[in-house]
């Protein structure tokens, strides 16, 4: 899976950005003990935010789910 910016959105005229959000997703998750480690620190909650703010500025709907 490769890394889409907003310009690549823009330009493919999509207009709504889709993300799934559940509260205990972290839980219990078991990927090998260095994998672990990196995916629990990673800040889901804080990205989600960054791509609403990006999303506002280039005109997309972004749209937080369960």
């Known amino acids: 899976m490769r890394n889409v ?3 690549e959105l823009v330009m493919n005229q999509i207009g709504k950005l889709i993300i799934g959000w559940n509260q205990n ?3 219990s998750i078991n990927i ?3 994998n672990n ?3 629990v620190n990673t800040p889901h909650k804080k990205l989600i ?3 609403k703010s ?3 500025l ?3 709907e ?3 789910t369960e």
Do not use: C, M, N, R
Request: charged share 30%; glycine share 16%; net charge positive.
């Open 58 to 60: 280039a005109g997309i």
């Open 49 to 51: 935010e960054q791509l």
């Open 62 to 64: 972004v749209i937080e």
């Open 37 to 39: 480690h990196k995916f």
């Open 25 to 27: 997703f972290k839980d």
């Open 32 to 34: 090998g003990k260095i």
């Open 5 to 7: 910016g907003y310009s």
């Open 54 to 56: 990006k999303g506002l």
